[in-house]
Each structure stands twice: as structure tokens, then as C-alpha cells.
């Protein structure tokens, strides 16, 4: 998980300390080629950031967080074993037929958000189609217990002695958990492939790679290929797609569940600003650019690294392995083997966004994901939530509005330098943590409601 | 050459390979080489770099 989606979530309330029990901070990547390290590679990092880079969390933690914030609020119900059977929309409403085993029955919905994953029910009843590529390269996933003693880093096998030919990723998940990624060959059946046996085999060659002798046990294992597959529009009407039923991402990109997060963060509140009066309908029509935007950069980078973890066409696969070969004895060509260390997406074109100020020389752009730095006794991710904040650099700050929090800053502190900030500049963060706005010089008259929308300035 | 260079000339020669075609691929390699080493004026480090592309395969 990457800095923004761990930001998602906090400010979505959940407690630190549950997180922090068993996620697995990282900011170190080793690659290999034939057992040669040919690539060390280190995430941007800062003591003035509360998160790490990265995080590696199994999916279970995510969803039990999920469900006890989801259990601790009033205003949301759970039900289990529910299944989708049909959608009738009319203008207002969408009436959803609900089974479950003990009933069937409808409910008038006036938004829908669908995030019922990448076999969407709710994406196949309205009549839509992902489009996009599959990528040839397919891998089992594998998840083995064991007691070994390394890093916790990304470990990137080329050619490696257990699949010659192919690409194995390695990654530290918490309680002892290692999550082992392996290409299959192009002459691998699938089915033969993910077979108990084939799989244990596999796995012992990887651990053998790896120089681990002990014992091992087998958790759980799966395959998949990489997709770069979306929908045309996340929206039809009153229902909104998000996460894996509005994308398909490769996982090279690291995105899938930060995407997933980052859709949900934004359909979230612009929902209830709309629903609690706070905005206009049209806040809305942001949702499909903003995050289909986000989803076709994700795309951009990750169709890179997938060339080179799974090489499509024989040019592809001529050129990796040539670089590879050199980077035995030239580092320049190792940094060819770096996956592509993408920053979350800038929303520049979006309606929501103001034109940037150009007299900055520093700090988050407009439309760019906040930065993080420390503030009041803490940092200043624990001090946005929920809503708009207005960080107001100075003495005199304008009173706090119902759409937006004020938070005073001083210029002269890390957080000012950080932000290129003066007596009287103002940052506008959205409840999504990207940045709405900023002045240099910050005119109070104008602090209201439709600061919140750029496109009625 | 800066990282982003390098990156595009991987990927055009990636590109170049799949257009010629498999049982063309070795001249076409080979005449890039050499064009690129025409434009060499060192002759021990064009050499050098042929021993360092041959070791490794």
C-alpha cells in the first residue's frame, strides 16, 4: 500500500494502533539477474512524513479494518450473503433486486456506489464492458509461511535457477508470511501449473534461490495475468463504479488496492457534500474524469514495467534480457530493471481544481496530493479529515466555514518551507488530501463556498 | 546519454526487432552496432564493449 491510500485510511478513522500491529513497513527494492544483485533502489523517504512508503498488508486486515469502521457506524448496515439479482432505473431512483437465503426483496436506491469487485454484477446487469488489453505473461501467486530471516524489501528475481527464463517477486507480509510471485513459461499449462504439487515444487525451487533450508507451509496460491482493462464511463446515471469493477490494473504499478481506495475516497465525499447541501449536483460529473484520469496514468506507467516483468513480443524480450546481461557489469542498465515509482495522479484538469499560482517555487500543486509534514504536536494528516481545509499561513486567519476547516500555520516552520509559504498564503485541501488550490497571497474576502468548485470562479 | 534517453532508445530498438522480424533480427542488430561504432573514435573501448556484450549470455 502506498502513502496515499495509508492517508485514505486513516482519515477514514481507523485506529493506528490496529494498523500498526501488523503492517509491514518498506522502502527498498534488490534486483537480481541469475542470482547476481544488479539493481538496489530506495523509495523517497522523509522524517517529516507520519507514513512510510510503502506498506505490505494482506487483503483480510483491510477488509476486517473495513468492517469494524463500518460496524461503528450508525448510519451503515451490513448484509451479509446478499446477492444482486436485477436493476431497474428510472430517473430518481434505482431499484435493486436483493436475494438472500432467507428472502428476496427491493431496494429503492438514490445512489449506488458498485464496488463489487472485478466480476461486477452490478457493471454486467447495467450492460457494460471493461475494454482494454491482456498481457501473455501469466503468474502464480503463492503465500508461504515460514521463519525466514531477510529484509523486508522488494526482491526481484530475473532468470533466476528455479524458472530459468522467467521472473520471480518476493515480498514480506506480516506474521511470517511471504508472498512469492512466479512468471509461468509460455509452454506452462495453467491448470497443470496451479496444481498442488506443481505449486509446492515451484515454491521449494524459489526458497532453494533463495538460500532458505527450513520449513515451510503452503497457505494459499492463485494465478492471474496482467489486465490494463476500464470502463468508458465509472458512471451510468445514479450508479457509480469503483475499484476493481470500474479497472483492471497490473499489479507491477502497485495500484490495485490504492486505486480502489482513492475511488472510493473520492465518490465518498463528494456524495455527501452533495447529500448535506454543501454542493451542487454537478460535483458529481468530477467523479469519472478525476479517477478514469488516474487509472489511464496508472496504465501508462504500469504498461512499462510489465514489458519488461513479462515481455510481450520477442523484441521486447530481446531488449530485457540484453540489459539485463550488461547490468551484470554496468549499473546503468540495471536502473532499466526499476519499477516505475509513480506519484498518485494530479487532478490538474479537473473542474474542482483552481489554476495553479505560479509564484510558488515549492510545495504540492494544485490538483496534487497534499504533502505531509509535521504540525502542531503532530502531523498535518491527523489534522485533515472529513472535510475542506483551509490552510491559512499567518496571524489572522479567516473563520472557519460549514464546508471547510481553517487550520493556522506558521510560515517560519518546517510545514512553511515545505509549502514555500509567507505571511498570508493559503493552501485549500480537499477531503480527498489533494490540493484544491493555493495562493501566495490569500485575498479572505473570497473565502466561500464556490472556492470549492474552481469552474465557478 | 540520461536515463529517459536511454529508456527510449530501448524501447525503438524493442520496436525495430518486432518490425524486421525474427530472421532478420541478427543483421539488423549487427548493422546498429556497427553503425553506432562508426561514430566511435576509440577503438579499445568499441573492442571493450564487444567482450562485455559477449561475456554474461
Redesign the interface.
Known amino acids: 500500500m502506498r502513502p496515499h491510500g495509508r492517508d485514505a485510511l486513516a482519515s477514514l478513522y481507523f485506529e493506528y494502533p490496529i494498523f500498526d500491529d501488523h503492517a509491514l513497513p518498506w522502502d527498498t527494492g534488490y534486483s537480481y539477474y541469475?542470482g547476481k544483485k544488479i539493481l538496489e533502489f530506495q523509495m523517497p523517504d522523509s522524517a517529516n512524513e507520519k507514513f512510510r512508503p510503502m506498506y505490505n498488508l494482506q487483503q483480510q486486515y483491510i477488509e476486517q479494518f473495513l468492517y469494524q469502521c463500518v460496524e461503528k457506524n450508525p448510519f451503515i448496515e451490513m448484509r451479509w450473503r446478499s446477492e444482486l439479482m436485477q436493476i431497474n432505473k428510472d430517473t430518481d431512483t434505482v431499484h435493486l433486486d436483493i436475494k438472500d437465503p432467507l428472502r428476496s426483496y427491493t431496494i429503492a436506491c438514490d445512489w449506488v456506489v458498485a464496488a463489487d469487485g472485478a466480476r461486477s454484477t452490478t457493471r454486467r446487469l447495467c450492460g457494460h464492458r471493461l475494454n482494454g488489453e491482456n498481457y501473455e505473461g501469466r503468474y502464480v501467486i503463492a503465500d508461504v509461511q515460514m521463519d525466514h530471516d531477510f529484509l523486508t524489501i522488494r526482491r526481484a528475481l530475473f532468470d533466476p535457477k528455479s524458472r530459468p527464463g522467467g521472473t520471480v517477486l518476493i515480498h514480506k507480509q506480516p506474521h511470517n508470511i511471504w508472498r512469492i510471485d512466479y512468471q509461468l513459461g509460455p509452454e506452462e499449462n495453467a491448470q497443470d501449473a496451479i496444481a498442488e504439487t506443481s505449486v509446492r515444487q515451484s515454491v521449494a525451487a524459489v526458497l532453494a534461490d533463495i538460500g532458505y533450508a527450513g520449513t515451510w507451509d503452503l497457505e494459499w496460491w492463485s494465478i492471474y495475468s496482467a489486465n490494463t482493462l476500464l470502463l468508458d464511463d465509472y458512471r451510468d446515471g445514479r450508479i457509480f463504479f469503483a475499484g476493481d469493477s470500474a479497472h483492471n490494473v497490473p499489479i507491477f504499478g502497485v495500484r490495485g488496492l490504492n486505486n480502489g481506495i482513492a475511488d472510493g475516497f473520492n465518490i465518498g465525499w463528494k456524495l455527501a457534500y452533495f447529500l448535506t447541501d454543501k454542493a451542487d449536483i454537478d460535483i458529481l460529473d468530477s467523479y469519472t474524469p478525476e479517477r478514469r484520469g488516474a487509472t489511464l496514468d496508472v496504465f501508462a506507467n504500469a504498461t512499462?514495467s510489465t514489458?519488461f516483468m513479462t515481455p510481450p513480443?520477442?523484441?521486447?524480450q530481446?531488449?530485457r534480457d540484453a540489459?539485463l546481461?550488461?547490468a551484470?557489469?554496468?549499473t546503468?542498465f540495471g536502473?532499466?530493471a526499476n519499477p516505475r515509482q509513480m506519484t498518485p495522479y494530479t487532478y490538474a484538469q479537473s473542474p474542482l481544481t483552481h489554476k495553479d499560482d505560479a509564484t510558488f517555487t515549492a510545495g504540492p500543486k494544485s490538483g496534487a496530493v497534499f504533502l505531509d509534514a509535521p504540525y502542531a504536536d503532530g502531523y498535518l494528516c491527523d489534522a485533515l479529515s472529513g472535510s475542506y481545509s483551509l490552510i491559512y499561513f499567518g496571524q489572522t486567519p479567516p473563520d472557519d466555514q460549514d464546508w471547510c476547516n481553517v487550520l493556522k500555520a506558521d510560515p517560519h516552520s518546517t510545514l512553511g518551507d515545505l509549502y514555500d509559504a509567507q505571511n498570508g498564503t493559503a493552501y485549500l485541501i480537499r477531503p480527498d488530501l489533494h490540493i484544491a488550490g493555493r495562493w501566495k497571497h490569500f485575498d479572505k474576502t473570497r473565502f466561500d463556498a464556490s472556492l470549492a468548485k474552481a469552474a465557478l470562479r | 546519454m540520461n536515463q529517459t534517453d536511454l529508456e527510449q532508445v530501448y524501447d525503438s530498438i524493442a520496436q525495430a526487432i518486432d518490425a524486421v522480424g525474427p530472421e532478420k533480427t541478427e543483421v539488423f542488430l549487427a548493422k546498429l552496432s556497427l553503425s553506432l561504432a562508426a561514430d566511435y573514435d576509440d577503438l579499445a573501448s568499441v573492442i571493450a564493449k564487444i567482450n562485455q556484450a559477449s561475456n554474461d549470455l
Open positions: 541469475r512499462k514489458r513480443t520477442q523484441g521486447w530481446v531488449m540489459a546481461s550488461l551484470l557489469t554496468d546503468r536502473k532499466l
